[in-house]
């Protein structure tokens, strides 16, 4: 859905998936960032190839190309490097950044700028989505963090559809954190089945059809009246 400057400032402070407890400050030299960085990243991809529980540290500084002792300059864990690859992932995951549409825009229209923009971040990050599942399966702190982000965005499609309702363009008789929960669910879910696990293998769908069919639902399902 569309944001207001509310909702902007509310996704700035939605909560981490990252245990923030784990993190250490940065380190304060350029060599020391990049290396951080580089860790981070082939962590990330040693992760999303092997899964979680199968990944050893061993792994990760065969993937950065440095030894055991660089690593433990700057990590002390391998929950510690989740932690900070899932800091600089989350962002993109699950504030994928469209741009401000106007509120007098067509409804429809921002619901479906949304759509887009969510499916487009969820396909650059289907790896790590799948990763995300299965840390939650297995892990409750984690678990716990993960559904606080996803209610926070929840929390903010609702209002946008309780902004609809005093309008006049969404159906009144729905209670928007109801309405909000079920579709945002459908949309993840949707998501999950197409880019993680591939449900649809056999009939192939594209972007722009998971788009339309996401954000008809949403309109007819919130009565949104057509544009004249």
């Keep these: 859905m569309g944001k207001s400057a509310d909702d902007i400032a509310a996704d700035a402070t939605a909560p981490s998936m990252a245990r923030t407890s784990l993190l250490r400050e940065l380190p304060s030299t350029e ?19 092997s899964g979680y529980l199968d990944t050893r540290l061993v792994d990760i500084t065969t993937a950065a190309n440095c030894s055991s002792g ?23 995951m699950l504030h994928p950044g469209m741009p401000h549409v ?15 923009a969510y499916f487009e971040a969820y396909q650059r990050n289907a790896k790590l989505m799948g990763l ?14 993960r559904q606080r982000r996803a209610e926070a965005f929840i929390d903010r499609n609702a209002r946008s559809i309780e902004s609809l309702q ?7 008789g729905l209670d ?8 945002s669910g459908m949309v993840s879910r949707l998501a999950f089945g197409h880019f993680v696990t591939a449900d649809d293998v056999d009939r192939p769908v594209d972007i722009d059809a998971l788009t339309h069919t996401a954000t008809q639902l949403w309109v007819n399902a919130l009565r949104i009246p057509a544009k004249s």
């Design 70 to 92: 660089t690593f433990y300059t700057y990590f002390s864990s391998k929950e510690e490097i989740f932690a900070a690859v899932l800091e600089v992932a989350q962002e993109d």
């Design 166 to 172: 005093r309008r006049g363009l969404a159906d009144t």
């Design 31 to 49: 060599r020391g960032l990049r290396t951080r960085a580089a860790l981070i990243t082939a962590a990330r991809r040693v992760f999303e190839t």
């Design 102 to 116: 106007p509120e007098a825009d067509d409804p429809a229209a921002v619901v479906a700028a949304s759509n887009r």
């Design 132 to 145: 995300l599942e299965q840390v939650a399966n297995i892990d409750p702190e984690f678990r716990v963090l």
């Design 176 to 183: 928007p954190v109801l309405a909000s929960r079920a579709l």
